[in-house]
Structures are given as C-alpha cells and as structure tokens.
C-alpha cells in the first residue's frame, strides 16, 4: 500500500473511533504524517472532513453550526502536532479562519464548541508565525468583530493580532479591545501579547487610521494607551511586562509628542522614579523614556474633564 493511502487509511480509522480511542490515536497518527512527509494530503484530508461537519450562512465567513465538535477539536490537534515548516501548509488556513469564531450566541456555545475555538486559535498562530500566506477572506474574518470569554483563546487570538500587525496588516479596529485586555490584567501572556500588537500599531502608524463612522483617527485611544503602560511600569509586575511596557510607551513618544507630558505626569504620581545608575535593558530603557519626555511641547493627549491621580485616572465632577 502507497503511503498516501496508508495515511488516508489511518485517518478514516481515526475518525471512526469513538473518544477514547482517538485519544489513544492522536500522537502515533501525527508522528506518522510527520515522519512520512505526506503533510499536504494529510491536511487536504482533515479540511475537507472538518468542511463536511460545519455549516455556515453563505459559503463564507465563520461557521455557524459545528457538528460533533469533540472530532473536530481532536481532527485539530492531530493537524496542529503534525505540521511541517517544509511543506505547503495553505489549504489549513481559510477553514481554520472559519473556526476561529462559531458564529452564534455566546451563552448558547457548548464548552466542546468553545475547545474547538481554543485550538482553532492554536492552531492559525502558529500557522502565521510559520509565515504561511494568508488569502484575503482568512485576513478578513481575523480583522472582523468577534469576542471571546475564554482566557486561553484570548491568549492566542492576542498574539494572532500581534503577528498579522507585524505583516503590516492594519489591526486598528482591534485597539480597543487591545487595550481592555491590557487594563483588565487577566494573565500575563494576554497583557503582554496586547502590549506588543499595540507596540507594532504604534509604529505602524495605524493609531491614524480614521474609527469608522467618525470624524476621529484612533489616536483618540492614545491616552489609553499611556497610563496602562505607565502602570505596568510598577515593580509588581513582571519583568516581561514592565520591559514591553516601556518599549512601547518609548515608541509612543517619539511617534507622538503629544503623549510626551501625560507620560511624565503619569510616572511622577505613580512612583516610578528615573533610574539614577540603570544596570538592566529595562531600568536603561526607563531612563531613555525620561529624557526623551523632558522636553515636552506642552500638549496633553488627557481628554479635558480627566485628571491623574496618585491611584490612577479620574473624572472630574462638574458643577451643574
């Protein structure tokens, strides 16, 4: 028997198998499509499988119905252990984009539904950080409006966005929920995956972008951006953190001059002193941020009504 047909053969089996024995299956299959070099046909196979189980609204755009998704998370994981930097890995892309959101009500998801999200979202960054190419309707669906409640996935959706910015793929429609991912602190790797894609907008210049429907640029969101940097400049951080953090807020500064007083204003009522002998990248970095802001134009990017404070922003109350 030819070894595509033995793959084929092995793959049948796999999806015939009840749970238990898929489990038992999953890495002895993957090492075999990985060791035979038959990672094409084995992705062509899983695809159209995958294809056949989903429904969608118009051929296009994000499925709307999975069935039996307990298969499909477990077809994904043999794909995601068997890929291969060597060989072309485009068919995967579009039906993987397709999963990366099951298009119906939140609260209606099973949680076998919200796993197969979780390794669709596994397995398209690391697609993209193999330098796959990635058609027009995959870049479409990863710069559409969606959500998720489940922290893991919204790791890796974070880092998606932070690759696709870094193809220079203009993800301005997802600063802000960027920057809610940076305030709201869920983990490390979600804050600082937030951090780097809005770095890379920063020096992409898509804070320029115009906000659909408004007469504003994204740039609006700049003072945002700056006082959850600021912050994560505390000690109680992590190293990564506070490293990304000023990497970003210096970008920021030099881009825009603007931010430049709102930076300063920030770090002297938050406790975070110039380094007076910096011995580390990150104390050497926060030194550089001083002296680029020092002098400052004058301008603030601080919304008029919002003041800071020793514990952070405030609105100031206005007399009626």
Same mark, same amino acid.
């Given at each position: 028997?030819?070894?595509?047909?033995?793959?084929?053969?092995?793959?049948?089996?796999?999806?015939?198998?009840?749970?238990?024995?898929?489990?038992?299956?999953?890495?002895?299959?993957?090492?075999?499509?990985?060791?035979?070099?038959e990672t094409l046909i084995a992705a062509n196979w899983i695809v159209s499988y995958i294809a056949s189980l989903c429904h969608d609204k118009q051929n296009k755009g994000f499925f709307t119905l999975v069935n039996n998704p307990e298969l499909i998370a477990d077809l994904l994981e043999v794909a995601y252990e068997s890929l291969n930097r060597d060989v072309d890995l485009q068919p995967y892309v579009i039906p993987i984009a397709r999963l990366l959101?099951?298009?119906?009500?939140?609260?209606?998801?099973?949680?076998?539904?919200?796993?197969?999200?979780?390794?669709?979202?596994?397995?398209?960054?690391?697609?993209?950080?193999?330098?796959? /190419?990635?058609? $027009?309707? =995959? !870049?479409?669906?990863? %710069?559409?409006?969606y959500f998720f409640n489940d922290l893991p996935t919204e790791e890796f959706n974070s880092s998606i966005w932070w690759r696709l910015a870094e193809r220079g793929i203009n993800i301005s429609c997802h600063i802000n929920t960027l920057h809610s991912y940076v305030k709201n602190d869920e983990s490390p790797t979600l804050t600082n995956n937030s951090i780097l894609a809005l770095w890379v907008c920063i020096r992409g210049g898509?804070?320029?972008?115009?906000?659909?429907?408004?007469?504003?640029?994204?740039?609006?969101?700049?003072?945002?951006?700056?006082?959850?940097?600021?912050?994560?400049?505390?000690?109680?951080?992590?190293? /990564?953190?506070? $490293?990304? =953090? !000023?990497?970003?807020? %210096?970008?920021?500064?030099?881009?825009?001059?603007?931010?430049?007083?709102?930076?300063?204003?920030?770090m002297a009522k938050w406790g975070i002193a110039k380094p007076k002998s910096p011995r580390s990248d990150f104390q050497r970095d926060l030194k550089e941020l001083f002296s680029r802001c020092k002098n400052h134009p004058g301008t603030n990017c601080l919304p008029v009504g919002y003041v800071i404070t020793k514990n952070g922003v405030t609105r100031q109350r206005t007399d009626v």
């Amino acid at each position: 028997m030819l070894t595509d047909d033995i793959i084929l053969d092995k793959l049948q089996q796999f999806v015939s198998g009840d749970s238990v024995q898929r489990q038992s299956m999953k890495t002895s299959l993957a090492n075999y499509i990985l060791s035979s070099g038959e990672t094409l046909i084995a992705a062509n196979w899983i695809v159209s499988y995958i294809a056949s189980l989903c429904h969608d609204k118009q051929n296009k755009g994000f499925f709307t119905l999975v069935n039996n998704p307990e298969l499909i998370a477990d077809l994904l994981e043999v794909a995601y252990e068997s890929l291969n930097r060597d060989v072309d890995l485009q068919p995967y892309v579009i039906p993987i984009a397709r999963l990366l959101y099951i298009d119906k009500k939140e609260r209606d998801k099973l949680e076998s539904e919200r796993y197969v999200q979780y390794r669709a979202a596994a397995m398209l960054d690391e697609l993209i950080s193999l330098n796959v /190419t990635l058609p $027009s309707e =995959a !870049v479409e669906l990863m %710069l559409s409006d969606y959500f998720f409640n489940d922290l893991p996935t919204e790791e890796f959706n974070s880092s998606i966005w932070w690759r696709l910015a870094e193809r220079g793929i203009n993800i301005s429609c997802h600063i802000n929920t960027l920057h809610s991912y940076v305030k709201n602190d869920e983990s490390p790797t979600l804050t600082n995956n937030s951090i780097l894609a809005l770095w890379v907008c920063i020096r992409g210049g898509f804070f320029d972008t115009t906000i659909p429907n408004s007469n504003q640029t994204y740039r609006v969101w700049l003072w945002h951006l700056v006082t959850s940097c600021v912050h994560k400049l505390k000690k109680k951080y992590e190293d /990564t953190t506070r $490293s990304v =953090a !000023v990497g970003c807020l %210096l970008e920021t500064s030099m881009r825009y001059p603007e931010t430049q007083c709102l930076i300063l204003e920030c770090m002297a009522k938050w406790g975070i002193a110039k380094p007076k002998s910096p011995r580390s990248d990150f104390q050497r970095d926060l030194k550089e941020l001083f002296s680029r802001c020092k002098n400052h134009p004058g301008t603030n990017c601080l919304p008029v009504g919002y003041v800071i404070t020793k514990n952070g922003v405030t609105r100031q109350r206005t007399d009626v």
